[in-house]
C-alpha cells in the first residue's frame, strides 16, 4: 500500500504568514495532488502535479502555489494566509491522474 | 462540473440498505467511490470505467449506467463499520482531472 505522509495534523498560524504544508510519498508514484476539504462542499482540488517541477492548477488555486523539487515530496505553500483559508487540507498520490488515489491523513489549519 | 450527489446525508439501522447516487449533466469517462471515516483519510473502494458496468464485494457494490451519467452505490445489511462520508469522484470524457462530488454523509445505528 502507498503510505502518504502529510507533515502536520494540526497547525495554527496567524494571518499573513507564509504557511507550508508537506506531503511525502514512499510508493514514486508521478501524480500528487493537494485539496481542501470544506463542509457540505466535497473535495475541491487546489493543484496537481505530473512530474518533478511539473505543477497545473486545480479549481480553487488562488491564494496558493506548490513546489516539487523532488519526485516523493509535493509542498502547498499559502503565501499569506488569510482567515478563509482555515480548513482541512489532504494531499493525495495516483500512478496517473485517472487511477486510485491514495491519500494522506490531512492536516487542519487554522489561520487566526 | 462537480457531481452531484444524493442524498446529502442518510441514517439507517444497522441491517438496513442504502443507496448513493452521483450524477453528472456530461458523460463521464469514469467514476470513482471512496470512504471517508470521521477523523481518517478517504479510502478508495472502486472504480467503473464501462456504460453497464456493476462491480463491487458482497455488501457493498456499485454500478454505472449505460449512458454513462450516473453511478450508484449500494450498501446491503449495513454494518456500523459503514458508517462516514461517501464521496464520488467523476472524470469527464475529454478533461484532465478527477473532480470530487459534495459527500453524503452515511450514519448507521444499532
Known amino acids: 500500500d502507498v503510505k502518504v505522509t502529510q507533515s502536520s495534523r494540526y497547525l495554527v498560524k496567524r494571518t499573513g504568514e507564509k504557511v507550508f504544508l508537506e506531503c511525502v510519498q514512499d510508493?514514486?508514484?508521478?501524480?500528487m495532488f493537494w485539496y481542501r476539504q470544506d463542509p457540505g462542499l466535497g473535495l475541491r482540488l487546489i493543484y496537481f502535479?505530473?512530474?518533478?517541477?511539473?505543477?497545473e492548477k486545480g479549481d480553487i488555486p488562488e491564494g496558493y502555489s506548490v513546489s516539487r523539487e523532488k519526485k516523493e515530496r509535493f509542498s502547498l505553500i499559502l503565501e499569506s494566509a488569510s482567515t478563509n483559508q482555515t480548513s482541512m487540507y489532504l494531499c493525495?498520490?495516483?500512478?496517473?491522474?485517472?487511477?486510485?488515489?491514495?491519500f494522506g491523513d490531512g492536516t487542519r489549519l487554522s489561520i487566526l | 462540473q462537480q457531481p452531484v450527489q444524493s442524498p446529502q446525508a442518510v441514517i439507517l439501522r444497522e441491517g438496513e440498505d442504502a443507496v448513493i447516487n452521483c450524477s453528472s449533466s456530461?458523460?463521464?469517462?469514469?467514476v470513482h467511490w471512496y470512504r471517508q471515516k470521521h477523523g481518517e483519510a478517504p479510502v478508495f473502494l472502486m472504480i467503473?470505467?464501462?456504460?453497464?458496468e456493476q462491480k463491487g464485494h458482497e455488501k457493498i457494490s456499485a454500478s454505472f449506467n449505460e449512458k454513462k451519467q450516473q453511478s450508484s452505490l449500494y450498501l446491503t445489511a449495513s454494518q456500523l463499520s459503514y458508517s462516514g462520508t461517501y464521496f464520488c469522484?467523476?472524470?469527464?470524457?475529454?478533461?484532465?482531472?478527477?473532480?470530487f462530488g459534495q459527500g453524503t454523509r452515511l450514519t448507521i445505528n444499532p
Open positions: 493525495a498520490v495516483a500512478g496517473t491522474r485517472y487511477q486510485p488515489q491514495h
Open positions: 510508493m514514486d508514484h508521478e501524480n
Open positions: 502535479s505530473y512530474d518533478v517541477k511539473m505543477k
Open positions: 456530461k458523460a463521464l469517462y469514469s
Open positions: 467503473l470505467l464501462k456504460g453497464g
Open positions: 469522484g467523476s472524470v469527464i470524457q475529454g478533461a484532465q482531472k478527477l473532480v
